[in-house]
């Protein structure tokens, strides 16, 4: 496809249970990141993957979100024992690179979750 | 800690009219800007950027101007379009950190006929 595909667009779950939200990036696009952004909020950062390099994970609120990339391209955004306050749209960006070369993110149409 | 802040959670512009969005920024470590549009329903949609090094990219109806000094940048939109209501986000990053964005509250654009 031409742009970032995020999978589901919707998630309705009941609290304490785990979802997973997908994310494929644009083909050939080599840094991948996670934002979500929460009711009246702005965007957030949550994670970034570039290539083959430990993910920078310093955006993740707690131990009960994780996220791993397949292969160098589809990646998998996990949140565990779901609470009311995770609850936001799930955002997933790619880029043509991260770190030292300027390029812009080019973002899903993101997964709306909803904790009930 | 806001790093970016988008101070005007609204604007209302005539159709035909400049359209001018502001966006301030704290970290002088911030070496690049972008300015997103989005939709209901959908993902930010990339517009514009500029690099630290430059002071202003203009791109079609789109300008975005950068006083590095100030730590302010803005987005100039002429001629307005009722296609530009929209939310539209200013993002900074730094290569240092690994370019994740940090983005501003947000601006609602309103083209009034």
């Known amino acids: 496809g031409a742009g970032v595909s995020q999978s589901p667009s919707n998630k309705v779950t009941e609290k304490g249970k785990d979802v997973e939200l997908r994310c494929d990036p644009i083909?050939?696009?080599?840094?991948l990141y996670w934002y979500r952004q929460s009711l009246g909020q702005g965007l957030e950062f949550l994670i970034y993957f570039q290539g083959n390099s430990a993910p920078d994970k310093s955006g993740l609120p707690s131990d009960r979100f994780s996220a791993e990339r397949t292969g160098g391209s589809v990646s998998t955004l996990t949140i565990q024992r779901t609470q009311q306050e995770d609850s936001a749209v799930y955002l997933c960006?790619?880029?043509?690179?991260?770190?030292?070369?300027?390029?812009?993110?080019?973002f899903g149409d993101g997964t709306r979750l909803s904790i009930l | 800690d806001q790093q970016v802040k988008q101070n005007s959670p609204s604007l209302s512009v005539q159709e035909g009219r400049i359209s001018i969005l502001n966006c301030d920024y704290t970290n002088s470590m911030f070496d690049y800007f972008l300015w997103y549009k989005k939709y209901p329903a959908e993902g930010p949609t990339f517009l514009i950027s500029i690099s630290s090094i430059k002071d202003k990219n203009e791109d079609g109806r789109f300008t975005v101007f950068l006083n590095k000094s100030a730590k302010h940048l803005s987005l100039h939109i002429v001629p307005s379009q009722p296609g530009d209501s929209a939310v539209y986000f200013c993002a900074a990053s730094s290569a240092q950190g690994a370019q994740k964005l940090v983005f501003g509250q947000g601006t609602r654009l309103t083209i009034n006929p």
């Open positions: 083909s050939g696009h080599t840094a």
């Open positions: 960006a790619s880029s043509t690179t991260g770190g030292w070369v300027n390029q812009p993110q080019h």
